[in-house]
């Protein structure tokens, strides 16, 4: 069926690094992408999104890369902090208001 | 102080027992969901209301009730149907305006005594 997946579930990086988060999608007909991210016992933090007719968006020390002809989306982090180690997830908007989760890639940053 | 409260932080259900989680929203959104989230995964939906005392199954709704009596207020029931339902529950509300961002509280851990 149509999914929302992640390469890596675990990603190490040294802190000051950049973090490159993968996923990727087969739903062709998804219009609209997220970026959350979950610290431990918390609820989903919003992080920064992107519609399909936008390749890039950045924001502060994020951007989100998406290529829609490999359906691939991607989520760099600048200069990562230990306050980045958290988990990463990907959703992508399907009918209507409805958002398919990807399973979510750890992040630990080392000092 | 806007945003989405859930209570309580931790609810400990016995077999057998009904237990009732709560989710406020005060960001006047018209949708709300509840996700099931299991550890070391992702969010699973588990039902989700577009509209005052309207509400769709999602894909896990199973042991699982709702009501939409209010446009703040999107309570879940976890009912003795479930026979698993040590999780951690999550609700979140949008502007339904077609695609829009979900928001999210923080979350309630159910365990089973």
């Known amino acids: 069926g149509e999914s929302v997946g992640l390469h890596l579930p675990t990603l190490s990086v040294q802190e000051g690094d950049n973090s490159i988060i993968n996923c990727a999608y087969s739903?062709?007909?998804?219009?609209?992408f997220i970026w959350y991210k979950q610290e431990s016992g918390k609820g989903p933090q919003f992080i920064i999104d992107?519609?399909?007719?936008?390749d890039k968006r950045q924001g502060q020390r994020v951007t989100v890369l998406l290529n829609k002809t490999v359906k691939h989306l991607s989520l760099q982090i600048a200069a990562t902090q230990p306050g980045d180690s958290a988990v990463y997830f990907c959703?992508?908007?399907?009918?209507?208001?409805?958002?398919?989760f990807g399973g979510g890639t750890r992040v630990l940053v080392k000092p | 102080d806007g945003g989405i409260t859930q209570s309580p932080k931790y609810l400990f259900r016995k077999e057998g027992q009904n237990v009732t989680l709560s989710c406020e929203q005060n960001?006047?959104?018209?949708?709300m969901y509840w996700y099931r989230q299991d550890p070391g995964q992702g969010l699973r939906l588990i039902y989700y209301?577009?509209?005052?005392?309207?509400?769709q199954k999602g894909d896990i709704a199973e042991g699982y009730s709702v009501s939409r009596e209010k446009k703040e207020s999107f309570p879940l029931t976890v009912t003795s149907a479930q026979k698993n339902p040590t999780a951690f529950y999550l609700c979140?509300?949008?502007?339904?305006?077609?695609?829009?961002?979900?928001?999210f509280g923080p979350g309630t851990r159910l365990l089973v005594l």
């Open positions: 959703a992508e908007n399907t009918a209507g208001n409805k958002l398919t």
């Open positions: 960001l006047n959104h018209d949708a």
């Open positions: 992107i519609r399909s007719n936008m």
């Open positions: 979140a509300s949008s502007s339904f305006r077609g695609a829009e961002t979900q928001y």
């Open positions: 209301s577009q509209i005052v005392n309207d509400f």
């Open positions: 739903n062709s007909a998804s219009d609209y």
